[in-house]
């Protein structure tokens, strides 16, 4: 897909982003959930109702992955009022990434290294996992789709070559809509879904805004994790830098991902092996809305942890099924 056909479909997607609930945590935007086994010892589900499900990161002090707590160490809070945690699973459930890569001009200088850092994220994606590379400069092209295939994936990740603008918003909102079509049947065959971009500076031509990436964003229930590539040249003060950097962290943060500001790309190779790590260690966690209301409202989640000194991690919250 090029920006050119992104440009087609822009009209089309405004009109669809309330269809845009992400499909392994169905049915968060109101689809129906289908019974599978029990996750674990204790755990129940229930088929026929609106299911918000939650990737949920836990780290100590330290910063480090909690990767041993059950079901009653979380407390999750739907605008303020505490759930019932009804699903809940640490199994490490296969992966969908898609890797957007910023081949604009301003990146000749660091493309060798962001292929090579890239490359080795590639290299730690399990057999059942999938990821998909798109690259984005002036316009927007998904180099390699879905696949498993390291070496599909590997060769697309060497073919980007640096030149012209950078369309960081419009490549960010077609990633999203990729990963759409990954969506499950069923509990069964839940993935985690997550967007990885790599960018050097603020976005020039994009054909969307960033409030339309963001709605989009808080719909998808896909967490985006960003690498912001600071030149040694610049500090990311100016006015463009600014709004990049706001950007990304507010992509992030609503998503229940994470941004990192590299001062070198020197640091890309361990920034990709620490969200593998990450993605790799999170809790399953789902519960059944306390609120019957069906209307269509933006409700704010949070989510604790009776260890001491845990701190857990996920997206801010989703909007309610509609009417």
């Known amino acids: 897909m090029t920006v050119g056909t992104a440009r087609r479909a822009v009209a089309g997607m405004a009109a669809c982003l309330a269809l845009a609930a ?29 299911l918000v499900a939650l990737n949920v990161t836990v780290t100590d002090p330290s910063n480090r992955y909690i990767t041993d707590l059950a079901a009653d160490d979380f407390l999750v809070y739907e605008n303020g009022v505490k759930q019932e945690i009804g699903y809940f699973s640490r199994t490490n459930l296969s992966l969908s990434v898609s890797l957007l890569l910023d081949s604009s001009a301003s990146m000749e200088d660091k493309m060798r290294t962001t292929q090579q850092a890239a490359s080795g994220f590639v290299q730690s994606l399990r057999p059942e996992d999938q990821a998909q590379v798109i690259d984005f400069d002036s316009r927007v092209n998904v180099l390699a789709p879905f696949t498993n295939s390291k070496a599909a994936l590997e060769k697309a990740i060497a073919s980007t070559v640096p030149g012209g603008s950078t369309s960081l918003f419009t490549a960010v909102y077609i990633a999203l809509r990729e990963l759409k079509k990954t ?11 997550a967007v990885i971009v790599l960018s050097d500076g603020e976005d020039t031509s994009s054909l969307v805004s960033y409030e339309e990436v963001l709605e989009l964003a808080k719909r998808s229930e896909t967490a985006i994790y960003a690498i912001g590539i600071r030149s040694k040249d610049t500090t990311w003060t100016g006015k463009g830098y600014g709004q990049a950097d706001f950007a990304l962290r507010q992509l992030t943060s609503q998503t229940g991902g994470r941004v990192f500001f590299p001062s070198s790309v020197d640091e890309l190779t361990s920034i990709y092996a620490l969200i593998s790590q990450e993605l790799s260690s999170q809790y399953l966690v789902g519960y059944t809305s306390m609120n019957p209301k069906r209307d269509g409202s933006w409700r704010r989640i949070n989510v604790r942890t009776t260890r001491a000194g845990a701190t857990a991690r996920t997206r801010m919250g989703y909007y309610a099924p509609g009417s």
């Open 22 to 50: 992400a499909p392994e945590c169905m049915p968060a935007g109101g689809a129906q959930a289908q019974a599978p086994p029990p996750a674990q010892a204790g755990t129940t589900f229930r088929s026929g109702v609106d």
């Open 183 to 193: 969506e499950a049947r069923g509990i069964e065959d839940l993935r985690r879904r």
